[in-house]
């Protein structure tokens, strides 16, 4: 990634031309192109973070999904080179209404549109967010196409429909390893350290291990397709815990992660996931897991912490939930389990907790660079579950 010097009124080199969106089920939007100008496919989602539009682009989570940013005015604070949640953006395209004609702030070193080409990424601007944000909400998330430059040059938008159709759909897709490390890396304790940690890189975000090393972990970091004795062999003797983080697609494909969480859970290691590490609990227990309608994304999601009663404001990012039943404890192959958090807006399961086993989960994203950060107590309720296990 390239640095230039600091910038607080950069003008963004905006791309020219007009742009369509096209979605699957016909419906065209019309804008102008920003960003890379060409042509791209994914799954059309909406966030309504108001601010993280950087951690948004580099979440892996996003891989082959079109985000669509619901607050109007998007790239006022430019792209910095602290706040990536990993080393690329990972979008496959990305629509906004307004885009700030210049950004300002101390950290800025590029405009978010000259960061977008420079990385590929088509977008597309002035589009009406607002009336495709509640398409999306009416007839759920589908495939999607942006398309600037030559390739709206003369086409026919059903033309166009018709190539967004042909593109392989979210629900089925075994994402994880795409987005995954492919050589194992360690991100050393804060302080002294505590405790050793293997992470599970499913589409890890930078933030996740780094939480948990300001609490004096060491964090090795580990491809998807870890096994169990790659896991073991982290620590002598094993290591204190494992984590498994947030990735894309869709859980009821990833079987290898489920059975490496299996292997953890028989072994009665402290376990915590996160997302995707969520709906793989779920699905290591016994449970099935559904698409939802439009899903959730953005940092403004009310969850209950159903152990405590309290609610949190939190930040999400997924597509697919856990089917639990939230009015009773479950037998599983592992003994107890509970739905712990839930979702105040829908009643989607927002997490699991074993009462045999220590192990839970949350579908919400605790580490949230971005903010807010009332979720950041799960972490030390990881090291919580570690203490005791040592003791």
């Known amino acids: 990634m390239t640095t230039s010097a600091p910038s607080e009124t950069k003008s963004p080199k905006t791309a020219s031309g007009p742009a369509l969106l096209v979605l699957e089920d016909g419906r065209v939007f019309r804008g102008r192109a920003w960003g890379a100008v060409g042509e791209t496919f994914g799954e059309a989602v909406f966030s309504t973070g108001m601010t993280g539009y950087q951690e948004t682009l580099t979440d892996p989570s996003y891989h082959r999904q079109v985000v669509v940013m619901t607050a109007p005015h998007i790239g006022n604070t430019g792209v910095n080179d602290e ?26 070193r590029r405009t978010l549109d000259e960061e977008l080409a420079a990385q590929g990424v088509v977008g597309i601007s ?43 759909a979210m629900k089925g897709a075994d994402l994880s390893a795409e987005v995954a490390c492919t050589e194992p890396y360690v991100v050393p304790a804060i302080g002294e350290k505590r405790f050793t940690v293997a992470a599970v890189d499913l589409g890890i975000k930078g933030m996740t291990p780094r939480r948990m090393a300001e609490r004096g972990i060491e964090v090795h970091v580990l491809p998807a397709t870890a096994s169990v004795e790659q896991v073991l062999a982290v620590a002598p003797g094993g290591p204190d815990g494992v984590f498994f983080s947030n990735g894309p697609g869709d859980p009821a494909a990833a079987d290898h ?23 793989i609990l779920g699905r290591a227990l016994g449970f099935g897991t559904y698409k939802l309608k439009y899903g959730h994304r953005g940092i403004n999601q009310p969850v209950q912490d159903r152990t405590t009663g309290k609610v ?24 107890r389990a509970e739905v712990s958090h839930v979702c105040l807006n829908d009643d989607v399961v927002e997490g699991l907790r ?24 799960l972490f030390d309720r ?10």
């Open 83 to 108: 706040d990536p949640e990993s080393a690329r953006i990972w979008v496959a395209g990305f629509v906004v209404r307004d885009p700030a004609r210049r950004s300002s702030n101390w950290r800025s």
């Open 126 to 168: 002035g589009v009406d967010t607002r009336a495709l944000t509640r398409h999306l909400r009416e007839r759920g998330a589908m495939r999607v196409g942006i398309f600037s430059g030559p390739a709206v040059e003369g086409t026919d938008p059903g033309a166009l429909a018709d190539r967004v159709r042909a593109i392989p």
């Open 382 to 391: 990881f090291v919580s579950l570690m203490e005791a296990q040592r003791a």
């Open 354 to 377: 074993l009462l045999d086993r220590p192990a839970f989960s949350v579908q919400y994203h605790p580490e949230a660079a971005a903010g807010p950060h009332d979720a950041a107590y």
């Open 257 to 279: 992660p489920v059975a490496l969480m299996r292997a953890v859970l028989e072994r009665r290691i402290p376990l915590f996931g996160i997302c995707f590490g969520n709906q």
């Open 312 to 335: 949190e404001v939190t930040a999400h990012n997924h597509g697919f939930a856990v089917d639990a039943p939230l009015d009773r404890v479950t037998d599983t192959p592992f003994g």
